[in-house]
């Protein structure tokens, strides 16, 4: 059973859904998808969240906003298909992140900070 109020469906663990774009039905079935997750909105197989937004086949996510396919996220913004992010901002194609800033289609990256099409990146300050 979920909580209503104006804006969103709720569920026990302070996990919502926006009533603009899910009904009761699929909230209480992503509700069902969510393990260990509080206070996360409109996520989708999570597993260990808190505060997220927008996630989507997350574990061990920190402070995500858009996240889809994430692995080990930490403080993530804008990420698409990280796996082992832990600092990112702006993140795009991401697979083994570390310390990213504003990451665009990187593979390897460690300690990057203003990256833009990287591939086996390693310590980049300044972009590209």
Do not use: H, P
């Not at 994430?70 to 913004?77: A, F, G, I, V, Y």
Request: proline fraction near 0%; hydrophobic fraction near 20%.
């Amino acid at each position: 059973m979920m909580n209503n109020d104006e804006n969103y469906w709720i569920d026990e663990n302070g996990n919502k859904w926006n009533k603009v774009i899910y009904n009761e039905k699929q909230a209480i079935l992503f509700s069902s998808t969510l393990i260990n997750c509080a206070d996360c909105t409109n996520c989708i197989n999570c597993i260990n969240s808190r505060n997220c937004i927008n996630c989507t086949n997350c574990i061990n996510s920190r402070n995500c906003i858009n996240c889809t396919n994430c692995t080990n996220c930490r403080n993530c913004t804008d990420s698409r298909n990280c796996i082992n992010c832990i600092n990112c901002i702006n993140s795009r194609n991401c697979t083994d992140s570390r310390n990213c800033t504003n990451c665009r289609n990187c593979t390897n990256c460690r300690n990057c900070t203003d990256s833009r099409n990287c591939t086996n990146c390693k310590n980049i300050k300044g972009g590209e």
